[in-house]
Nanobody, 117 residues
Framework: QVQLVESGGGLVQSGGSLRLSCAAS????????VAWYRQAPGKERESVAG???????YYTGSLKGRFTISRDNAKNTVYLQMNSLKPEDTALYYC???????????WGQGTQVTVSS
């Protein structure tokens, strides 16, 4: 059973930074995509950033330039560096891993990020 464990969330002031970690129980290269999502109270879950098996990165347009996704294959960990944080970034951040063939989809339990003004 694949497990994803997020960590690194916390309370920061506006303009501050955090680095989130997503640690997988197996090789992250076994997935086609590993991505970060977030969900704030009363809002839909939204995509934040992702990285493909080949190392290509993609971002939600409004977040590009402030957030950076990266990985350490040896540690089976994907990171999300979050800079210039704003109160509207406050949300529960989830890690997601997808395989295409055969189809598979895994989620972590989330880590809370709270940004104060």
């Amino acid at each position: 059973q694949v497990q994803l464990v997020e960590s690194g969330g916390g309370l920061v002031q506006s303009g501050g930074s955090l680095r989130l970690s997503c640690a997988a129980s197996g090789s992250i290269l076994s997935f086609n995509n590993v991505a970060w999502y977030r969900q704030a109270p009363g809002k839909e879950r939204e995509s934040v950033a992702g990285i493909t098996r080949s190392g290509d990165r993609y971002y939600t347009g409004s977040l590009k330039g402030r957030f950076t996704i990266s990985r350490d294959n040896a540690k089976n960990t994907v990171y999300l560096q979050m800079n210039s944080l704003k109160p509207e970034d406050t949300a529960l951040y989830y890690c997601n891993a997808k395989s295409f063939l055969p189809p598979a989809d895994y989620w972590g339990q989330g880590t809370q990020v709270t940004v104060s003004s």
